[in-house]
């Protein structure tokens, strides 16, 4: 009963929070995709006012890098959900069995110690943003909003994390998980 798939131990926390994190992550997978889908309009605006009108959007530019940081957030805590962070495997044939899920409990834990850091930083940061009401430069779009919606999509990158972490611990003290 070491395999993942039929174990119901093994996937207790996923099936516990299984409803509200299907729900985050579909409005959180739907949401970036509306955003590059609206990065990928205002681009290809601008590139043809440029080119063939010599009109570019001027504000283009801001919103460009607004949204870039948007996807990026907003996909982080359903890219740590799914363990497809970019990883090097060089050792990966040396942990099997409780190594494995030790190696998978330690890495996990340090994800949420550092995207929650990292959430709480960005924050503060936001406050401020919002306290001095920072703007960008052409469209004097508010920043605090993008910087917090950077923020939640952290900590929920933290709490994808944790929940990984559950699972690791769950899989180190099972049965039949090998030495």
Known sequence: ???TETDPASDRPSRLLS???????TVLGAAGSLLLL????STAVDVVGRYFFNAPLG?????TQLAM??????????????REHVTVGLFEDAFGGRMAHLRDLVVATAMVAGTGFLALRMWE????????GDTTATLKFPIAPVVMLGAAGL?????????LAVKALIGLFRKGSGS
């Open 1 to 3: 009963m070491a395999d």
């Open 19 to 25: 409803l509200p994190v299907d729900i985050v992550e």
């Open 38 to 41: 609206a990065l990928m309009f």
């Open 59 to 63: 504000w283009a530019y801001e919103m």
């Open 69 to 82: 940081a948007a996807i990026v957030f907003v996909a982080l805590p359903s890219v740590t959900l799914r």
């Open 125 to 132: 940061m936001a406050a401020r943003f919002a306290r001095f």
């Open 155 to 163: 900590g929920l990158a933290a709490a994808a994390a944790a929940i």
